[in-house]
């Protein structure tokens, strides 16, 4: 069984910056995806960002250039620096682990964004 913790969000400007983090108890493999994905209510859950490992990244094409998706193994924990956020940025985020190898999906909870002015 995997646990998942997110931290991390904040009321913050147009323009400015936050970092989320999402740490995983229980055995994590390099192998498997830990990713970030976020909703808006009324909204679909739409994937963020994903990585397993520093080469292979996944992002939408809404953040691509603004987020950086990173991940420490050591500490079962991934990052996103969020950076030029916009009002569209707002939503709760969530974090995800995929297992490679069995398909298990864990969530954490989700941890609010609010990007305004």
């Known amino acids: 069984q995997v646990h998942v913790v997110v931290s991390g969000g904040a009321l913050v400007q147009p323009g400015g910056s936050l970092n989320l983090s999402c740490t995983a108890s229980?055995?994590?493999?390099?192998?498997?995806?830990m990713g970030w994905y976020r909703q808006t209510p009324g909204g679909l859950r739409e994937l963020v960002a994903d990585?397993?490992?520093?080469?292979?990244?996944n992002y939408a094409d809404t953040v691509k250039g603004r987020f950086a998706i990173s991940r420490d193994d050591a500490k079962n924990t991934i990052y996103l620096q969020m950076n030029n956020l916009k009002p569209d940025d707002t939503a709760v985020y969530y974090c995800?682990?995929?297992?490679?190898?069995?398909?298990?999906?864990?969530w954490g909870q989700g941890t609010q964004v609010i990007v305004s002015s």
């Open positions: 229980g055995k994590i493999f390099s192998i498997d995806t």
């Open positions: 995800n682990v995929k297992r490679l190898v069995s398909g298990e999906i864990y």
């Open positions: 990585i397993r490992n520093p080469k292979d990244t």
